[in-house]
């Protein structure tokens, strides 16, 4: 695997789009799907990819992880997934007479828990301290986890059977839920022509590597954010707790969570201040998740999402910048 070297200093919309671009290599056709991935990474969040088998949840995870010339590890949840098979143990090492640490699998840039809701809680538990802290705490001992960080799980919406749905405590956690969805017909057939005879991983090469993604993160997060727009995140937040169609509404992590977000996604664009239609355009992938509609609208046939549009819809923009 080669790899192009990219400047730590270089230009933040420059960096993100190579990295956006090296990826659709691979996932054809997805580009929103994509930076809306990336902006995840960059805002140091978690993401949580929810859609049906084989349109390329695991794929897009070992190809950012490529992308970006960082360690990366998958996790296959299955009912008889041990919490330390995640974390890790402390075992006896025969040869130094000693107990040390044995690094579990969550021990890398970017970790893909692959059907994470086929796990057992205590096993889906064991990731809420890493995604959360950074670290892995084990007889009393903290283990920093590497930098950058962040979790890819994925889960089928459609199977249910042998399944433990994850609590709102766990999904408090992802900054971000998306679906990436079928293909478009000619984004199907460039897929036929290009990866038909060999593994489309083949292809990717690495265009930066950690230490230029750590310094975009540290970029984003100077991002300029006007008062008014703390306050209209505040509020959209704040007014979903209030709609009668929701039983469980945005908690303060969402609030931080779109903060992040919206940094990121001014800074992928060029500018040096967030704007009203970033965090407009984020909320949605970034609180959706975090809402539980009330009975009397899912029986009327509306979901979380339907009633979060009406909230951004209701709530008033900041006038200016």
């Given at each position: ?44 969040g ?6 049906v088998?084989g ?11 490529r ?8 996790i ?27 690094p ?7 970790v893909l ?7 057992s ?27 950058p ?11 249910h ?14 900054l ?52 008014s ?5 505040v ?50 992938s ?33 006038i200016?910048?």
């Open positions: 695997m080669t790899q192009r070297k990219t400047n730590s200093n270089g230009d933040f919309p420059t960096v993100f789009n190579r990295i956006a671009e090296n990826v659709e290599l691979v996932i054809q056709g997805k580009g929103p799907q994509i930076r809306l991935a990336l902006t995840c990474l960059l805002a140091e978690h993401l949580l990819i929810e859609d088998p349109v390329g949840k695991t794929l897009l995870a070992k190809t950012i992880a992308t970006i010339g960082s360690d990366w590890r998958r296959q949840f299955t009912p008889d997934l041990l919490p330390t098979d995640v974390t890790g143990a402390t075992i006896f090492n025969q040869e130094t007479r000693d107990f040390e640490f044995r579990g699998a969550v021990f890398a840039n970017i828990g692959d059907e994470i809701n086929r796990a809680p205590k096993t889906q538990s064991a990731l809420l301290e890493a995604m959360e802290e950074r670290q892995v705490t084990a007889e009393g001992v903290a283990y920093e986890l590497p930098d960080f962040m979790v890819i799980a994925t889960q089928n919406p459609i199977e059977e042998g399944t433990y749905p994850l609590p709102f405590a766990q999904l408090d956690r992802f971000m839920r998306i679906a990436i969805g079928y293909p478009s017909a000619q984004a199907e057939v460039e897929v036929l022509h290009k990866h038909g005879d060999h593994s489309a991983l083949q292809d990717v090469e690495s265009v930066c590597d950690a230490k230029v993604v750590r310094a975009m993160i540290n970029s984003a997060r100077g991002v300029h954010v006007e008062e727009l703390n306050q209209y995140i509020a959209v937040v704040a007014s979903t707790r209030d709609v009668p169609e929701l039983s469980l509404g945005a908690s303060p992590r969402a609030a931080l969570a779109l903060l992040r977000a919206s940094r990121v996604a001014a800074a992928a664009v060029g500018r040096s201040y967030v704007s009203p239609d970033d965090i407009k355009s984020l909320a949605p970034v609180i959706s998740h975090r809402l539980m509609a009330a009975p009397e609208a899912e029986m009327s046939g509306r979901d979380a999402a339907d009633v979060l549009h009406d909230v951004l819809e209701r709530v008033p923009l900041p200016g910048r």
